[in-house]
């Protein structure tokens, strides 16, 4: 077995594995050696080399396919975004001949400094989260390659749940093993709403089709058996112990106002420290590289960049059981 040229990245969270080539991702010894990896170091992998800024969808697809399922795209009104037939989103501001945008955007602010990494209560940002936490099976990770990166700003945040979890007390944790939280795709349409009025929101049929799920706030990895803090999606809008019942009434102000129970708090409150610099990576792309996160872990944010000077594409696969 060859080893890999691996390091770790933030204090045993994360792994990069340097100088790959196209041909060693297809090698399945290489494979089975980046998911050991992916799991020993805290569900972050990140795989960088010269010429995997060339790969093709396929090959992206076929490396992928090691962590886990791909969940496909339908044709939606995405479709622009879509990497040819591939189930692979294209985000970023890239743009076609006609000046039409190609990719999906959300612009958010650029960092000022490594603290900005941190939680900031007062203006919510970074919108540290877990993703798709109102569908009834949410996704285990995501892939995401560096097509084109500016050359400042457009980092993405990663968390280590794993030490979040176990650097809390012991009374703390206890706490948090008996609670759950309630993730509603209505709340989180409206809430979005709520600043973005341009942003759709559920219909009474679609709200019945999508009702709120239950998730708890502390996941024991199925693969290692270690715990970690989970449940913060801006989807989350209560937060209840395990088994208690939400009135009708309650969830009409969740998902019809978009308001966020105060219940949220005991997440939110923890968020600066969970985010600090002893448990985060701030990673900072170059063309090519290739980060798998484990969504049962870790948290992510997205960081912004210069809009208008630079472009910035990244192509990103979902993975489900």
Same mark, same amino acid.
């Given at each position: 077995?060859?080893?890999l040229d691996?390091?770790?990245i933030n204090?045993?969270f994360g792994v990069q594995?340097d100088?790959?080539?196209r041909g060693?991702?297809k090698?399945?010894?290489?494979k089975?050696q980046?998911?050991e990896? =992916?799991a020993?170091?805290?569900?972050l992998?990140v795989v960088r ?10 090959e992206l ?7 886990g399922?791909i969940? *496909?795209?339908g044709?939606?009104?995405?479709e622009?975004a879509?990497v ?5 989103l294209?985000?970023?501001n890239?743009?076609d001949e006609?000046g039409?945008?190609?990719a999906?955007?959300?612009?958010v602010p ?6 900005d990494?941190?939680?900031n209560?007062a203006t919510?940002?970074p919108?540290w989260h877990t993703?798709?936490l ?5 996704p285990i990770g995501?892939?995401f390659?560096c097509r *084109?990166a500016?050359?400042n ?17 012991h009374?703390?944790?206890? *706490?948090?093993?008996e609670?759950?939280?309630v993730c509603s795709l209505?709340?989180h349409?409206?809430?979005i709403?709520?600043y ?7 219909n009474?049929e ?11 706030l ?6 290692t058996?270690?715990k970690?803090?989970y449940g ?9 112990p395990k088994?208690a ?9 969740y ?6 129970d105060?219940s ?11 985010t ?7 990673w900072? =792309?170059?063309a090519?590289d290739?980060?798998? =996160?484990?969504n049962?872990?870790t948290l992510h ?8 000077r630079?472009?910035?594409?990244? =192509?990103r696969l979902?993975?489900v059981?």
């Open positions: 077995m060859t080893s691996s390091q770790t204090n045993g594995v100088n790959a080539t060693a991702l090698d399945p010894d290489f089975s980046c998911l990896l =992916w020993e170091f805290g569900g992998l080399g010269d010429d995997l800024s060339d790969m093709t969808p396929q697809v076929e490396f992928s396919e090691v962590f399922n969940e *496909q795209i044709q939606t009104a995405r622009k879509m040819g037939d591939y189930p692979i294209r985000i970023g890239v743009r006609k039409e945008l190609r999906a955007l959300s612009r650029q960092l000022t400094s490594d603290e990494v941190r939680y209560p919510r940002r919108v993703d798709s109102f569908r009834k099976n949410p995501s892939v390659h *084109q500016p050359p700003g457009g980092e993405t945040l990663f968390a280590d749940m794993h030490a979040g979890y176990e650097r809390l007390h009374d703390k944790r206890a *706490q948090l093993d609670l759950e939280a209505a709340h349409d409206k809430k709403n709520a973005s009025p341009d942003y759709p929101i559920l009474a679609q709200r019945a089709a999508n009702p709120p799920q239950r998730v708890p502390v996941l024991t990895h199925p693969t058996g270690r970690a803090i913060l999606n801006s989807s989350t809008c209560a937060v209840v088994g019942a939400v009135s009708d009434a309650d969830m009409d102000r998902d019809l106002e978009g308001i966020e105060e949220v708090q005991v997440l939110r409150e923890l968020l600066p420290e969970l600090g610099p002893e448990t985060t990576v701030r900072r =792309w170059k090519g290739i980060a798998i =996160w484990d049962r872990c944010s997205g960081t912004g960049y210069d809009y208008e630079y472009t910035r594409e990244m =192509w979902t993975l059981n």
